[in-house]
Structures are given as structure tokens and as C-alpha cells.
């Protein structure tokens, strides 16, 4: 004779409480966000805390630049509707520091206009130790030291710094960049070609700069 067996089937009583309970709803609901927000901003901590380094020019404020703009960008995840997630969050990050330098009185803030550098910009760019100094192999390693290098960046006027920092080491496209500082692509265009040129003449030799106005 056989025996009839009745399988064991668990009761999942808590399923229609979650979809009744309000409170469970939405502590569901928060869950969700959380793990769509680490999947889809935390990967750019890097990056941001990269943005804001360069930007404010101080390793700590950077820090709390970040801390304030991942917070902020938690807050209003709910509002992301896709897109490019790190030109996103990299706008909060723009928008804490400007927070930041309004609060230390703007002093770390420098404004420029399109056609030309001021006076103090200009000693400020020609503030970077000379190669000539050193013989050309001390030389030669100090520019390729990451420390000489962030030197020389950070020296750059804000609105091409920044624009150096988003295109060239976090590869945003020209239009992310032109949306993220609301300016037009072709001013982005210009910051770039400026940043780049001001970038290679104190990176350069002296005797290589002399060349290449040679060749202008």
C-alpha cells in the first residue's frame, strides 16, 4: 500500500503584510533605492572625490565636499531618470563646492574671462619651480611626479582646470561637460584648447617652448 505524503509547503504569511503595510512598503521601497544608488553612483566615489580635489585645491575640504555631495545625491536619487550617472553626481559635487568657496568668501574661486588672464593670474601660473634649477635629471623626475603634476593643474585658473579635470582624466563628453557648467560646447571647446596649451608650457622644457614658438 502506499502511503500518501503531503509535502511541506511554507506559509508566507508576511506577503500580503508587506504589500498591505505601509511601513513595509516603504521600507522595501527605501531598500531598493539604496542598492540602485550603490550600484549606480557609489562606483564614482573616485572620481568625484578626484573633481572636488582638483577643484578646491585642499585634500580635507575635498573630503566634505564629497561626504555633502553623496548625501545630497542619496536625498534626491529618487529624482535621477536615467542617463549619465557620473555627470550627475558630478554636478552635485560642483554645486557643494560652490557652496564651499561662497562660504570661505569666494577667495578660492577664480574667475576669468574668455579673452585673457589678469596679471595676478598670470604670477600665479608662473608660480611653479623652474627645471632649469635642477639638472636635467632631477628635473626630468620631478615632472613626472604625480605631486608636480597636481601642482601644475591646480594652478590652472577654475573654469579651465576644471574643464581639463572632467575631459581629460574623467572622460566626459563635451556635451556633459557643456551641461554640467552650463556653458556651450564651444566654450568648452576653447577652456580645453586654453587649459591644454597652459598645461604644456610649464610642463615643457624652456628649450621645447622655445621650438614650438618657432614653429607658431
Not at 32 to 43: D, H, K, N, S, V
Not at 70 to 95: E, H, T
Request: with cysteine.
Amino acid at each position: 500500500m502506499t502511503e500518501n505524503k503531503t509535502f511541506f509547503r511554507p506559509r508566507l504569511a508576511f506577503s500580503r503584510g508587506a504589500d498591505t503595510d505601509p511601513k513595509a512598503a516603504a521600507r522595501a521601497a527605501e531598500a531598493e533605492r539604496a542598492r540602485q544608488f550603490r550600484e549606480t553612483i557609489l562606483p564614482h566615489l573616485d572620481g568625484a572625490y578626484n573633481f572636488a580635489r582638483y577643484l578646491s585645491r585642499d585634500a580635507t575640504a575635498a573630503e566634505d565636499i564629497v561626504q555633502e555631495a553623496f548625501l545630497r545625491a542619496f536625498g534626491a536619487f529618487g529624482d535621477f531618470r536615467g542617463g549619465a550617472p557620473k555627470a550627475w553626481l558630478f554636478a552635485i559635487v560642483r554645486n557643494c563646492f560652490l557652496d564651499w568657496a561662497a562660504g570661505r568668501g569666494g577667495h578660492d574661486r577664480v574667475l576669468v574671462e574668455e579673452g585673457a588672464l589678469t596679471e595676478a593670474q598670470s604670477d600665479a601660473l608662473a608660480n611653479i619651480a623652474d627645471p632649469d634649477q635642477d639638472d636635467p635629471e632631477t628635473a626630468l623626475l620631478r615632472r613626472r611626479e604625480a605631486q608636480t603634476v597636481r601642482a601644475v593643474v591646480e594652478s590652472l585658473p577654475e573654469p579651465f582646470r576644471e574643464t581639463l579635470i572632467l575631459r581629460e582624466l574623467e572622460e566626459l563628453s563635451y556635451k556633459e561637460i557643456a551641461a554640467l557648467t552650463a556653458a556651450p560646447i564651444g566654450t568648452v571647446m576653447s577652456r580645453l584648447a586654453r587649459a591644454r596649451l597652459m598645461l604644456s608650457d610649464m610642463l615643457l622644457p624652456a628649450d621645447a617652448q622655445k621650438m614650438r614658438e618657432t614653429q607658431r
